[in-house]
């Protein structure tokens, strides 16, 4: 006889393991705030007191060229398109300086897939930002830009991810995943890495040291079932080498994308991260993502399993690009911390504690 939802529900709580059918069973019948409840729970003993933190970051979309063509994405053009634009390293550079004069310790370099770029074109960059600003990490590219460079220089992934490492890159992050499952894929991504190479390269890049994130991006075209099969293959990765810091669910904005479609209601963000933080039983931390839901249920994503709010993300462009508006200071974050009723602390992307860099609001 199988078990009601509740005892489920009460077992992840407390730090049990959930199978697959048990996951999905938790994500539709689950009363969603139990599910809030048992994955607060979880979270505060997981990370007791009363902290929440957040990281002082930044992205820069460097190009928007791309060959990958995702249909869910308004920000690329393709190649030779009049709209197309790759900044240089100097424009690179005076936004890490903007960054850094706010006290960001991470960058997010990240764009489209663009050929026209090598491995060195990413090697010198990086190498600037590593003796120019020493105090910031590169947390940059994604699996789908080092594919990228894989192909271009006929070189393999691990020899891709070494030649970045020396050059600077810290860490790998956990962008384009969207949904791993191969049905979903060939709607919203068909060109782009497939769900076995995206853990593939991810696999890489933790045996070499660097730690990475993981992302999902729902509220395209698939089910609530292939919701919890694409935390499966996550937790199934992170069981064998526990390199993902965080998971980082957030909904799709169709608004001005070829695929189009109805945006996520914010119950249904809730109940994805309420699901994850008791499903994802090995991930540390889950990040409540802002940009899309908005500040109002950034901070209500606190008491569903969030420890973090994620970054302040000053530049951002591919999600604005498809018609989301949200926008946050550090002073905004922070307000957001303190009147959910938790203390806010500044992290690195390494999850240390960065009490040496003061608080906007202190
Ligand atoms: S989501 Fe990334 S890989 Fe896909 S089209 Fe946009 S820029 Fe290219």
């Known amino acids: 006889m199988s078990s009601p939802v509740s005892d489920l529900i009460k077992k992840a709580a407390e730090g049990g393991r959930l199978s697959y059918d048990e996951g999905v069973r938790i994500y539709k019948e689950g009363d969603l705030h139990e599910l809030g409840a ?19 970051d930044t992205t820069i979309n460097y190009t928007n060229v791309c060959n990958v063509h995702c249909t869910f994405c308004a920000f690329f053009r393709p190649e030779k398109h009049k709209e197309g634009y790759t900044m240089s390293h100097d424009q690179v550079l005076e936004r890490v300086k903007f960054a850094a004069d706010q006290g960001a310790t991470q960058i997010m370099i990240q764009g489209g897939v663009n050929p026209e770029l090598g491995l060195s074109w990413f090697e010198e960059l990086f190498a600037r930002v590593v003796v120019e600003y020493p105090k910031v990490d590169v947390h940059s590219l994604s699996v789908s830009e080092v594919l990228g460079l894989s192909k271009v220089e006929e ?47 991810m696999r890489q890049a933790q045996l070499l040291g660097m730690p990475t994130t993981a992302t999902m991006m729902f509220g395209s075209v698939e089910t609530d079932d292939e ?55 090995n991930f540390p931390h889950l990040q409540a993502s802002w940009l899309t839901p908005g500040l109002k249920l950034g901070q209500l994503a606190l008491f569903y399993g969030c420890d973090d709010m994620g970054g302040t993300i000053l530049e951002e462009q591919v999600v604005h690009d498809a018609g989301s508006t949200n926008e946050a200071t550090r002073k905004d974050l922070e307000n957001l911390i303190v009147t959910a009723g938790f203390q806010p602390v500044i992290r690195d992307t390494y999850w240390n504690l960065r009490h040496d860099v003061a608080l906007a609001t202190a």
Do not use: C
């Open 38 to 56: 048992a994955a607060h729970a979880r979270r505060m003993a997981l990370h007791p007191g009363n902290t929440v933190t957040y990281v002082i």
């Open 155 to 201: 070189m393999s992934v691990p020899d891709v991810l070494k030649r970045l490492k020396a050059a600077g890159m810290k860490s790998l992050p956990g962008a384009g995943a969207e949904i791993l499952v191969e049905r979903v894929r060939k709607r919203i991504s068909a060109r782009k890495v497939q769900p076995q190479a995206w853990l593939d390269v």
């Open 227 to 281: 919701r919890i099969e694409h935390m499966l293959v996550m937790r199934d990765l992170q069981d064998e080498t526990h390199g993902f810091t965080a998971f980082i669910p957030w909904y799709y904005v169709p608004h001005k994308t070829p695929l189009r479609g109805k945006e996520a209601t914010g119950l249904e963000y809730l109940r994805v991260l309420a699901v994850s933080r008791l499903f994802l039983d």
